[in-house]
């Protein structure tokens, strides 16, 4: 059984750097990518980047592909996430989860199945 856990976040000043950590254990064969994904207060869940599985290829989200990494460590299992200037707007709920999208470009949710509790980002002075 697939399971995904956060951590690393916290209270950050604006202008610093943060990487978030994804431990995934009982990962099988029929996955096909990892995704990044956050929700600010009061608004909708918002797709960051995904990796391919197969080959560690990322796909990062247009809107911060200038301040975002994603990476991995298949020796400790783990995903990373890399997000440098954060900016107040950046404040929310990270999430890390493993689907089988039709399209690394594109996000739809049902294709993620197997997601993470999330874990808190705040951004402020």
């Known amino acids: 059984q697939l399971q995904l856990v956060e951590s690393g976040g916290g209270l950050v000043r604006p202008g610093a750097s943060l990487r978030l950590s994804c431990v995934v254990s009982?990962?099988?064969?029929?996955?096909?990518?990892f995704g990044w994904f956050r929700q600010a207060p009061g608004k909708e869940r918002e797709w960051l980047g995904c990796?391919?599985?197969?080959?560690?290829?990322?796909y990062r989200a247009n809107s911060v592909k200038t301040r975002v990494t994603i990476s991995r460590d298949n020796a400790d299992n783990t995903l990373f996430l890399r997000m440098d200037n954060l900016k107040p707007e950046d404040t929310g709920v990270y999430f890390c989860?493993?689907?089988?999208?039709?399209?690394?470009?594109?996000?739809?949710?049902?294709?993620?199945?197997?997601w993470g509790q999330g874990t808190q980002v705040t951004v402020s002075s």
């Open positions: 990796m391919a599985i197969a080959d560690g290829s990322t």
């Open positions: 009982g990962l099988s064969s029929d996955y096909l990518a």
């Open positions: 989860a493993a689907g089988r999208p039709e399209s690394m470009w594109e996000y739809v949710e049902s294709e993620y199945d197997s």
